[in-house]
């Protein structure tokens, strides 16, 4: 299944250099670093770049980091969406929610997670 995706993606983003997936991967990853507890106990893993349009790209992914307390998470659905001049916007669940208020909240950033980071993107 994996090696199916990839025929597609190469198309998709084949206006684009090696050297600017690599620049656009490596800022998105800090950038999501940054924002964490301990950035430098950040794990990502299922990591794929995605075209929205001309100028804009999504890295989707899954993330691990350690809390406050110390413990790794587990691994949870990211995405950032950046453009050419480098703003990068993202979203980041903090796990999976224990109440109803969040779990709306988690299934929110799911349906979204999804639309964004579809192989139709």
């Excluded at 989707?60 to 949870?76: H, I, K, P, S, V």
């Excluded at 669940?93 to 299934?107: L, R």
């Amino acid at each position: 299944m994996r090696w199916m995706a990839l025929p597609a993606m190469a198309i998709a983003l084949g206006g684009c250099s090696q050297v600017e997936l690599y620049q656009f991967e490596s800022a998105a990853k800090d950038a999501v670093k940054q924002s964490l507890v301990d950035p430098d106990s950040a794990q990502f893993r299922d990591l794929r770049i995605m075209r929205r349009s001309e100028h804009e790209r999504i890295l989707c992914g899954e993330l691990n980091a350690r809390n406050r307390m110390g413990g790794y998470t587990g691994f949870t659905p990211f995405y950032i969406v950046g453009n050419s001049t480098h703003e990068l916007t993202f979203d980041l669940p903090h796990s999976m929610p224990q109440t109803t208020e969040p779990a709306a909240e988690f299934e929110a950033f799911m349906a979204s997670y999804r639309q964004n980071c579809s192989a139709k993107a």
